[in-house]
């Protein structure tokens, strides 16, 4: 048998804990016997060597070069066990690579189940929340949880939460917001006019909680508490600024009133009090001859 039929006779174990039989070993590896087929597992997993004969429980796999492995030291994230998991790697042809903890081996989770634009796809260092799951040749893939299983796990919103700050996963987006999971497993939605830009699949957030859903989870927002007391004309200039390259615009209070009117629409007056009540908040600067606004860990 073949490594690949070996491989597609296994499917129904791959992702699973077994039971397998010590046969061998040596200096680095451990070799056990499950259903005829031999695995290796890392001999450093043992605080003592295993017998010949001995019964071990490990998790099957199979590395990266398509060898049958065992681990004992149990991931989180497991057939049917869902975990977060920090992205590793993206490939825009086949995915994101994401570490559930084997010793030698990155899971990959499909671009099939992933945004359509890859600038949505979480970065190295985001986190997704996972299971494993096993196709027909005997492939382990992570396998997204669905916002079901997010609200299944949520706890509900509790009193006097306005105002408070809380950190979160991002693990859905759509045009009307995203859809995010606090680290005190509360459920929060972001709507879209409560962002500057769109967060993405996998990113951690801090955000402020601005109320509650009919469904008992926080309605948040990504815009510093100053932003709700600026005015209509200064919350224009602000939105015009987090499109611009680098958030900045070639303007200032020295600006002519022609200038103004036409990138703006309003007056020289109306522009100066804008400008005036972000440089107070701190929402921008204002230097030669430009306005840029302010990073959040620029504060």
Excluded: C
Excluded at 13 to 35: I, M, P, R, W, Y
Excluded at 87 to 115: E, Y
Excluded at 255 to 260: A, G, K, R, Y
Aim: glycine letters at 8%; aromatic letters at 6%; zero cysteines.
């Amino acid at each position: 048998m073949n490594m690949a039929e070996e491989q597609t006779a296994l499917v129904p174990l791959l992702g699973q804990v077994v039971a397998a039989q010590v046969t061998d070993s040596n200096d680095k590896e451990v070799f056990a016997q499950v259903s005829g087929h031999t695995l290796g597992i890392l001999r450093a997993e043992f605080e003592q060597s295993p017998a010949l004969g001995d019964t071990v429980h490990a998790l099957l796999y199979t590395d990266k070069h398509d060898r049958l492995r065992g681990t004992t030291q149990m991931p989180k994230v497991r057939i049917d066990h869902y975990a977060f998991a920090t992205v590793t790697q993206r490939m825009h042809s086949l995915g994101v690579f994401i570490d559930i903890g084997l010793p030698d081996k990155d899971i990959v989770v499909s671009k099939d189940v992933l945004p359509f634009d890859d600038a949505a796809w979480p970065q190295i260092g985001d986190r997704l929340l996972v299971a494993l799951s096993v196709d027909k040749k005997g492939r382990l893939w992570g396998e997204l949880a669905t916002p079901e299983i997010f609200q299944a796990i949520a706890a509900p919103a509790k009193s006097g939460q306005q105002n408070e700050t809380v950190k979160g996963t991002v693990y859905k987006v759509r045009e009307i917001g995203a859809h995010v999971l606090t680290a005190d497993y509360q459920e929060g939605f972001i709507h879209h006019s409560e962002w500057f830009s769109a967060p993405r699949l996998g990113e951690q957030v801090t955000a402020r909680v601005i109320g509650t859903t009919q469904d008992h989870g926080l309605n948040l927002s990504l815009k510093p508490m100053a932003y709700e007391e600026i005015s209509d004309d200064a919350q224009m200039i602000l939105a015009m600024l987090q499109q611009a390259p680098q958030g900045t615009l070639p303007f200032s209070d020295h600006s002519t009133p022609d200038e103004i009117q036409e990138t703006f629409a309003i007056s020289k007056g109306a522009f100066k009090r804008a400008l005036g009540n972000l440089l107070k908040q701190r929402l921008i600067q204002q230097a030669d001859g430009q306005i840029t606004l302010v990073q959040p860990d620029e504060k």
